[in-house]
């Protein structure tokens, strides 16, 4: 079985303020880590993704996240917050011969001008 | 090359109707899963479809089924629909089996009244 825990719902940050959204979670055998952007009626952009490389992971629009085992943590950053970052944000985790994503309830990200 | 297209974007549906959602995957992608988005959560995996055949199915009674052709298009189809239905559809493809990451759709909203 797999999960995924997205601590804080709302998340709300100044313009040029670093962002963090913290993502935790559960496996039996090695994961895969997915963060994706969903913006207002859309579907959702896959921002980065952990395949068991390098732990720390650099994704599309200045994010990263790193894959921390000992803490099973994924959580995301962005050094400076910019307004079109307002969205909201989704972990996700699958693993080897199990591709299904298992999606966190979100963390909705507000940036503050 | 195109993303993944979905249709109708928007649908309202009366309880108990029938209802089919379609999906053209995106080019060279041969992999296409549905999911479930209720307002405010996150995406919940309802079937993946390889190579026109089921390959793993969420916690969705039988009256959700699925297709794929051998275009690697895909439908969803509801029937006997329940107001708990109304929701997101989300439809997303991928190139195989792996941690490719999915390209999503914009989605379906599916009201049922």
């Known amino acids: 079985a797999q999960s995924v825990t997205q601590l804080g719902s709302h998340v709300s940050v100044s313009e040029g303020a670093l962002v963090l959204l913290r993502c935790n979670y559960s496996?039996?055998?090695?994961?895969?880590l997915f963060w994706y952007v969903q913006y207002p009626n859309q579907g959702l952009q896959l921002l980065l993704k952990?395949?068991?490389?390098?732990?720390l992971v650099k994704g599309i629009n200045g994010f990263e996240a790193e894959f921390k085992k000992s803490e099973t943590s994924f959580h995301l950053t962005k050094p400076s917050a910019h307004m079109s970052d307002a969205a909201e944000y989704f972990c996700?985790?699958?693993?080897?011969?199990?591709?299904?994503?298992?999606f966190g309830t979100g963390t909705r990200l507000t940036i503050i001008p | 090359e195109t993303g993944v297209t979905q249709s109708p974007t928007h649908l309202i549906k009366t309880r108990g109707q029938q209802v089919t959602l379609r999906c053209s995957s995106q080019?060279?992608?041969?992999?296409v899963s549905w999911y479930q988005q209720a307002l405010g959560q996150g995406p919940q995996f309802i079937f993946q479809?390889?190579?026109?055949?089921?390959?793993g199915r969420g916690n969705f009674p039988p009256r959700f089924s699925g297709l794929q052709f051998p275009n690697y298009s895909s439908e969803l189809n509801v029937n006997a629909l329940e107001l708990d239905d109304s929701a997101l559809y989300l439809c997303?493809?991928?190139?195989?089996?792996?941690?490719?990451?999915?390209?999503f759709g914009s989605g379906t909203r599916l009201t049922v009244v």
């Open positions: 479809y390889y190579r026109e055949e089921e390959n």
């Open positions: 080019s060279g992608h041969n992999t």
């Open positions: 996700a985790v699958s693993n080897f011969g199990n591709e299904k994503l298992t």
């Open positions: 496996s039996s055998v090695p994961p895969y």
């Open positions: 952990y395949t068991s490389a390098a732990t």
């Open positions: 997303a493809s991928s190139p195989g089996q792996g941690p490719y990451g999915y390209t």
